[in-house]
Every structure is written in structure tokens, then in C-alpha cells.
């Protein structure tokens, strides 16, 4: 079965710099999510969407930007880098049920950014 | 704010024999879900279990299956006839609008 891409896997930046992450939902799902995991932590929440709008906000920062497109694949903007951006940040998707609710969040295998 | 917590930041077991991760949770939302998700050290996270808060019995996917106590606020997994491939950190997560909330996960070591 056809699973979360996400690409690139690893990225290598400068502090201060700007990356952007990709991420392919499974088909026909309709919603994807964005979570930051550090090292040694727990996935954090950053950002979802729901057929290309907003849907929820966690921990992200203003210096993050994120949209979802037409072929609801997202993109994650990341700009003027920290070295603690250093983490896994990890795409998930699912389908959003008419009445709201989500199904279950499948996840990528995860782009491993390292900022210099 | 919405919490989720792991009391066993390690646990071991051997191999074939059943383990149990326990987990609880505190939400104001009266229709939610929990799941378990295995991390192991590729760091992929797969989908091991998922338990709908309105269904009482519990969820089983073969040899991993819950016990959830919907009062107590508690969802535990267990793990019978333990594997070597079973190794791995656990989450536990619930849902929380449209995010995943986690524990700080337990590490699972499984031994020969």
C-alpha cells in the first residue's frame, strides 16, 4: 500500500538559512500534519490542514510557514534557521471524516534536518 | 492543556513472554481517540493500535492489545509472545481537535 513521501530525507543547512520540506499524503487522504521531534523528545504538534486550509496550530514558530496545495501535497517553509530547529520533522496524513472527525494519522518516514 | 503520560520511561522483557506499557490521559473532549505508535531506531512511526473512546471492548491487533478503562482515564498496551523486533520506543497519543498529543514514550528492550 501506498504510504507518506516526504522529501528530501536529510537536509543540511546554515544558521539562518532557509529549507523547505515536502510531503505526499497517502491518496485520497485529505488532510495532512506537520510534527517536530528533537532529539531524545516526543513528537510535537505543528501544523494541519484540511482540503488546503488551515485546520490546526500547535508549537509552531512565526519564523515556519506551511500550505497545503490543489494536489493536497504540503510544503513546510522553514526560514532564518536555529540550531535548534536541528530534529526530525515528521509529515502525516488521513482522511477528515463529513462530520469532522479525523481517521488515523499515517505517518512518513520523516526528513532529518541538521542546521550548522 | 491536553496531557498524556508514560510512567515507564524503560521497561525489558524477555522474549515470548507478555509485557504490559502503561499509559494515561486527560482530555475535556468527549469524543476522542488513543492510539500506540512504535518508533523503532529507523525512527519511522508505525501505527501499532487504535482504540475509538466511544467503543467500550478493546482493541486487539494480534499479539498487541489494550486495556482501556474509560474513567480512569488509562489506555495500557499489551504485548503477548514478545519479539525480538518488538524493540523499540512506544508513544502513546490522543487526539486532541485535529493534533496528536504524546507521551514522552517508553523504551522497550526485549531480551533473548
Known amino acids: 500500500a501506498a504510504g507518506v513521501i516526504q522529501s528530501p530525507r536529510h537536509l543540511i543547512k546554515e544558521k539562518r538559512e532557509t529549507a523547505t520540506l515536502k510531503c505526499y499524503p497517502i491518496p485520497r487522504h485529505d488532510t495532512v500534519y506537520w510534527y517536530q521531534q528533537g532529539p531524545g523528545q516526543d513528537p510535537q504538534f505543528l501544523i494541519s490542514?484540511?482540503?488546503?486550509?488551515?485546520?490546526d496550530k500547535g508549537s509552531i514558530p512565526d519564523r515556519f510557514s506551511a500550505q497545503q496545495f490543489s494536489d493536497y501535497h504540503s510544503e513546510l517553509n522553514m526560514s532564518s534557521l536555529e540550531l535548534g530547529d536541528s530534529a526530525l520533522y515528521f509529515c502525516?496524513?488521513?482522511?477528515?471524516?463529513?462530520?469532522?472527525?479525523?481517521?488515523?494519522?499515517?505517518f512518513g518516514p520523516g526528513t532529518r534536518l541538521t542546521v550548522l | 492543556a491536553q496531557t498524556v503520560t508514560q510512567s515507564q520511561p524503560e521497561m525489558s522483557v524477555q522474549e515470548a513472554e507478555t509485557v504490559t506499557l502503561s499509559c494515561t490521559y486527560d482530555?475535556?473532549?468527549?469524543?476522542?481517540?488513543l492510539f500506540w505508535y512504535k518508533q523503532p531506531p529507523s525512527r519511522q512511526m508505525i501505527l501499532v493500535i487504535r482504540q475509538e473512546a466511544y467503543k467500550q471492548q478493546n482493541a486487539t491487533e494480534n499479539r498487541f492489545s489494550v486495556n482501556f478503562q474509560k474513567a480512569a482515564k488509562s489506555f495500557s498496551l499489551k504485548i503477548s509472545d514478545s519479539q525480538l523486533g518488538d524493540a523499540a520506543m512506544y508513544f502513546c497519543a490522543s487526539t486532541s481537535g485535529y493534533a496528536l498529543n504524546f507521551g514522552k514514550g517508553t523504551s522497550l528492550l526485549v531480551t533473548p
Open positions: 502525516a496524513s488521513s482522511l477528515t471524516w463529513s462530520g469532522g472527525a479525523t481517521d488515523t494519522q499515517y
Open positions: 490542514f484540511y482540503e488546503k486550509m488551515q485546520s
Open positions: 482530555t475535556s473532549e468527549s469524543d476522542y481517540y
